[in-house]
């Protein structure tokens, strides 16, 4: 079974930095790309960020270019998210989540297939 485990978050103020980490197991396939989304209180889910199989970012939400770098350490079956200049509206719950047809443009997203449990990232002004 995929799992995937997020680690990283916390709390920040703003204008600082944050990086999340997504470690994924149990995949006996390298052909899958991951995205990091996130939700806030009362909001759909938001996708920011999507990395292809090979390990290039394909997919930046507008809000977040320039601020947020998705990349991976294929070796260690890791995902970063590093998150940059962060206000409080960044405050939500962040996920990855991982897919072998995994899609990502404008503000929607497709292919998911395993999803971590999230965690939580706050960020006080």
């Known amino acids: 079974e995929v799992q995937l485990v997020e680690s990283g978050g916390g709390s920040a103020q703003a204008g600082g930095s944050l990086r999340l980490s997504c470690s994924v197991s149990g995949s006996t396939e390298d052909e899958y790309g991951v995205g990091w989304f996130r939700q806030a209180p009362g909001e759909d889910y938001e996708v920011l960020s999507c990395?292809?199989?090979?390990?290039?970012?394909?997919y930046y939400r507008d809000s977040v270019k320039g601020r947020f770098t998705i990349s991976t350490d294929n070796s260690k079956n890791t995902v970063y998210l590093q998150m940059n200049s962060l206000n409080a509206e960044d405050t939500a719950i962040y996920y990855c989540?991982?897919?072998?047809?995994?899609?990502?443009?404008?503000?929607?997203?497709?292919?998911?297939?395993?999803w971590g449990k999230g965690i939580l990232v706050t960020v006080s002004s």
């Open positions: 989540a991982s897919g072998r047809e995994l899609s990502c443009w404008g503000t929607s997203f497709y292919g998911t297939d395993y």
């Open positions: 990395i292809d199989s090979r390990g290039v970012p394909f």
